[in-house]
């Protein structure tokens, strides 16, 4: 019964900006990492920016210091603020946690979101 929803995609114009939102809930014991994986039309679904629960951080090398990824763990929410957006940011976006449900068997379980489409044009 675990959800991953995310929201904030839309169309914008090379150069802006989004804001991505993904929350978890459900039966959560407690999460170990959140966060984005994108998809292109004919591509493989890659790792874009990855949070854990300490606050450390890991971006792809094609967003990295354009998109900051950030986390409110009271909330189990991740959020990707993306700028300087270009036209091969376009892709499905999708949300992914890390979740353990119960205290034993100590074991992490992965969530994903739907997605959300970001389409940026020239």
């Known amino acids: 019964q675990i959800q991953v929803v995310e929201s904030g995609g839309g169309l914008v114009q090379a150069g802006g900006s989004l804001r991505l939102s993904c929350a978890a809930s459900?039966?959560?014991?407690?999460?170990?990492?959140m966060g984005w994986y994108r998809q292109a039309p004919g591509k493989q679904r890659e790792s874009v920016a990855v949070?854990?629960?300490?606050?450390?951080?890991n971006y792809a090398d094609s967003v990295k210091g354009r998109f900051t990824i950030s986390r409110d763990n009271a909330k189990n929410t991740v959020y990707l603020q993306m700028n300087s957006l270009k036209p091969e940011d376009t892709a499905v976006y999708y949300c992914h946690a890390n979740v353990r449900q119960r205290a034993t068997p100590y074991r992490w379980d992965d969530y994903w979101g739907q997605g959300t489409q970001v389409t940026v044009s020239s």
């Open positions: 459900g039966s959560i014991f407690s999460i170990n990492s």
């Open positions: 949070i854990t629960s300490g606050g450390s951080t």
